[in-house]
């Protein structure tokens, strides 16, 4: 599947934009059929009726009524209606409710009172996309109702009181197993530097000793601060960070698994072959295979 990165709405200085969706199946903004899309804006889905299948970055899951995800800003995503939707004669309706929030000010309100910081936190871990259910799911069904109406103000208590159910509730779970793209806004700037070395190099081998001095430590100084920070090892993440790289190029490209491998940083394609299955439980042929099926 081919990413689309787009802009999904208009937002500059409002704070988020509700939308009632009633259609034969689902589909992405701007685009008759369901496309494989990421955007800045964060994203708040409600599934009232249809069933099929969703990819989140690199996880795919099936969906129904009832499913309820919190998505970060710029994660890869698509919900597929089952294929009977599609057949000519069908009478089957999808509805959903979709919300967008501003990043920008979603920061600006988040990142400067010491009291948000479970919400913040919320919301550097929808970059793994949060499922959300229970009661929990129920209130905030009830509440995006509200918010459909208001207005100043109490749009924004609104907002801050349905995020921060969602950040202090133990009714949800991560979809994906990697934390994609959201480290700059919400890490220190050694860690950003740190990250960003990481990403910028994942075809080549790196050092511990490479990223300590880029953080201006000592390695088992970094070893403390990365664990603390990022709550897993630094190998763990790099090889994590990897993986997630590879199954982006086994998504939208038609590259070897040779070529990948090494693309990824993984000296030989044996290797990565063991370590891509031990994280996703497929080999990336396997892999491949069941994400090009779910896009048809």
């Not at 939707?85 to 920008?104: G, M």
């Not at 921060?164 to 959201?182: G, H, M, P, R, V």
């Not at 290797?271 to 990336?284: L, M, T």
Request: hydrophobic share 40%; net charge positive.
């Amino acid at each position: 599947m081919r990413l689309l990165k787009m802009e999904s709405t208009p937002l500059i200085d409002d704070l988020m934009k509700l939308e009632l969706r009633s259609q034969p199946f689902l589909s992405s903004p701007f685009h008759s059929r369901p496309s494989f899309h990421a955007h800045p804006e964060l994203e708040l889905v409600f599934v009232i009726e249809g069933f099929g299948k969703r990819i989140i970055g690199n996880s795919v899951e099936p969906f129904e009524a009832g499913d309820m995800v919190f998505i970060g800003s710029k994660v890869p995503h698509v919900w597929l209606s089952d294929p009977v939707f599609y057949e000519k004669d069908s009478c089957l309706q999808s509805k959903v409710i979709v919300t967008y929030f501003n990043p920008r000010v979603f920061i600006q309100i988040f990142d400067s009172v010491k009291a948000f910081g479970p919400i913040r936190e919320m919301i550097r871990q929808s970059s793994k996309g949060i499922r959300i259910f229970g009661k929990t799911r129920d209130l905030i069904a009830d509440q995006l109702s509200e918010l459909s109406n208001s207005e100043g103000f109490k749009k924004v208590e609104g907002v801050i009181h349905m995020m921060n159910l969602i950040s202090t509730s133990a009714e949800k779970s991560f979809i994906a197993n990697e934390e994609l793209d959201q480290y700059d806004e919400f890490y220190p700037d050694r860690l950003n530097n740190v990250i960003k070395f990481i990403k910028d190099n994942l075809h080549r081998q790196i050092s511990l000793q490479q990223v300590a001095d880029i953080a201006c430590m000592t390695e088992p100084s970094f070893c403390r601060f990365f664990k603390k920070k990022v709550k897993k090892n630094f190998s763990q993440f790099i090889s994590e960070l990897r993986i997630a790289h590879a199954k982006e190029l086994l998504i939208q490209t038609d590259k070897p698994v040779n070529d990948i491998a090494y693309l990824c940083g993984f000296r030989t394609s044996s290797h990565f072959c063991y370590v891509f299955k031990e994280q996703s439980g497929q080999s990336p042929v396997q892999y491949k295979l069941s994400m090009n099926s779910c896009s048809r």
